[in-house]
């Protein structure tokens, strides 16, 4: 969950991101850490 919080402070901060869209980048990056859990889960 740090990866969330370093993109925000740093990376979309600094390109000029419109700050409504930070819930959405990072839901998408929790749904992505969820799917990977789950995928590995099946693999496993």
Known sequence: MG???Q???R???T???H???YPL???VCVI???L???VMQVIA
């Open 3 to 5: 990866n969330p919080v």
């Open 7 to 9: 993109n925000v402070g």
């Open 11 to 13: 990376c979309l901060g």
């Open 15 to 17: 390109a000029g991101v």
């Open 19 to 21: 700050p409504r869209y």
């Open 25 to 27: 980048i990072i839901a």
């Open 32 to 34: 992505n850490a969820l």
């Open 36 to 38: 990977s859990i789950w």
